[in-house]
Every structure is written in C-alpha cells, then in structure tokens.
C-alpha cells in the first residue's frame, strides 16, 4: 500500500521509496535531511483503458457498443491525456501514443495512435455507429438505450482514481455516464480472469521490452487477453491476424523481416483499440544517504539497481 510505505519511510523505517504524484512535493522538499532523490524519464509502461468483449455479456448493452472498434476508438478520442498530466501529474508525464515503448528493438517511431483527444471527432465516431443525442444531450445507442456503463479501478489507487474521474467528466461532454467503480485487487483480478462480469477497467501491466514477451496477454489464448481471455480461437479477423504476425514474428530472425511483421503489428493493435494506454509517469526514488551510492544507478529501462550499494563502518 502506497500510503503505508510513504508513513514508513517518513519514519524512517523504510531505506527506499518511490514516490506518487500526491507526495512527491514533499518528498523532494524532504531531501537533504537523510535521503536522496533520483528520478528518471518516463516509464516505459503505462497504465490501460480495456472494455470487456467476452460473450459471457452478450445480453449487455455494453457488449454490443465494445464490440464495435469505432465505439472503442471514439473513447480513445474522448481521453484527454494532457488534462491527466496536468491535473493528476503535475505535468511530470508523457502522452503514451506507441504501442512498445522506445527501449523495445522493433520500436517505431512513425507508427502512432491516430485516435487522439478530440471529442467532436469522438461524436463523429459515434453517430457513424447510429449513436445519437437525445433531447436532453444524453447519448443514445442505435437501439435508443442510453450509453452508460462502469469504470473499474483498483481501489487503493489513488492516481487511477483521478484519471478514471477526468474520463467520466470528459465522456459527460458527450452525453455518455461513466460511472467510476473502486474495486478491492483482488476482485478485480477475479473479474479479470474467472467471472469476467466487469465492464471497463483501468489497470497497469509491464512493459514489453521485446515483442514475443507478454505472451499471456496478446494472443487470442492468453489468460491475460483482457478483454476475451482464454479463446479457443480468434472470434475476430483482427485478433486471428494478430495471432499469425506474432508468431511470425517471434520466430523470423531476419531483423528485416521481422521489422515489417512487428511494425503491421502494432498499426493493426492501435487502430483496433482493444487496449487504450494513457500516459508514461516521470518515475522517481528516493534513498537513504546512510548507503554508499557510489555504484547505484536508476533509469527507466531497469529501474532502481541496489545491489553495488553498502554501508561504510
């Protein structure tokens, strides 16, 4: 727990710690007393936006509007990334518009998220759809039921809790209930993986470094394939293509080769918008000055390297 740790190493009883956005001010406003602190560019991960399209929901309203890749790419346009940096970061983040993060071999800058914050876009996207106003602003579906549906967020995640906020006041612009839900880790990972009766959930998973890793979550058969987990096979073309590119492409060793497979890849994930990311926080870590940190380094690649550190007798 981020609130405990803070108290513990207040304390003094902690030797690290990483600092949040809300404490951050007073941690770097602390050091000079016994401790330093280090910080490095953005994270290499970042936290998700997913919709549930599990068929276990059929008979949900929210079933029908998820399927629909441009229901998913208009909630790209209504996410307001710079509002997320400034109000819940301070500024110290940076919209995420890749798919892998730079440090990843088949990394490519030109292959962006075309689906940015544009809320009349959004609309556009919508109403292509059938969506429409109704005659008090509410969005309608093509069946005239009214969009609302849950945002899951961890409930001890006070960050994802500000950001789940900035989203439901976004999508009311557009006449779309979001409805924010803090929700214990472990029902959420329940949700996620057994009862699969969540609706929108907001959750943070590692960085892929290389392309064949996150091997639970891309593929159609992973436990991890959020948004329709455990697939017997592909239910959508799209999913069945990146099924094939990310086989191939683990096993081309070609680096040119690979390069054309990896890169379709990652344009046909971001037009898909299965997986939303949002932004890439500045990291910060904050140490004892008691260690010898002659030898320790910390950057956003491997993160914070305590092992060469030592106390001098």
């Known amino acids: 727990d981020q609130n405990t740790s803070y108290l513990l190493f207040t304390q003094g009883k902690l030797e690290t710690y990483s600092p949040t956005p809300e404490n951050l001010d007073d941690v770097i406003r602390g050091q000079g007393n ?6 490095a560019d953005g994270s290499l991960g970042a936290q998700l936006w997913s919709f549930n399209q599990n068929p276990k929901n059929k008979r949900e309203p929210f079933y029908d509007w998820f399927c ?38 088949f990394y490519n800058p030109d292959i962006q998220l075309e689906y940015k914050f544009d809320l009349a876009k959004a609309e556009a996207l919508l109403n292509k759809i059938g969506f429409k106003r109704g005659a008090d602003g509410t969005m309608l579906d093509e069946k005239n039921r009214p969009v609302e549906f849950d945002l899951a967020i961890a409930s001890t995640a006070n960050t994802s809790n500000d950001i789940a906020q900035i989203i439901s006041d976004e999508a009311k612009k557009l006449g779309i209930k979001v ?10 990972v329940e949700s996620l993986t ?28 992973g436990n991890l394939h959020l948004w329709h987990p455990y697939q017997q ?22 680096k040119e ?8 890849y990652q344009r046909l994930i971001l037009e898909e918008c299965p997986m939303i990311y949002l932004v890439r926080p500045a990291t910060f870590f904050a140490i004892r000055d008691k260690w010898n940190l002659t ?18 007798q």
């Open 34 to 39: 016994d401790y330093t602190v280090f910080n």
């Open 68 to 105: 629909k890749k441009e229901f998913r790419q208009a909630m790209s346009r209504l996410l307001n990334r710079d509002r997320i940096i400034a109000q819940t970061y301070r500024g110290l983040a940076y919209p995420k518009y890749d798919f892998f993060p730079d440090g990843n071999p």
């Open 179 to 188: 409805n924010v839900r803090q929700t214990d880790f472990q029902k959420m």
């Open 194 to 221: 057994a009862t699969f009766d969540w609706q929108s959930i907001i959750i943070g998973l590692g960085a892929n470094l290389f392309p064949s890793q996150g091997s639970n979550v891309w593929p159609s058969s």
């Open 233 to 254: 096979k592909p239910a959508t073309e799209w999913e069945a293509r990146c099924d094939f590119l990310y086989n191939e492409g683990s096993y081309t060793a070609d």
């Open 257 to 264: 080769a690979a390069q054309k497979i990896w890169d379709e």
């Open 295 to 312: 030898n320790f380094y910390y950057d956003n690649l491997n993160g914070s390297k305590t092992e060469w550190v030592w106390l001098e």
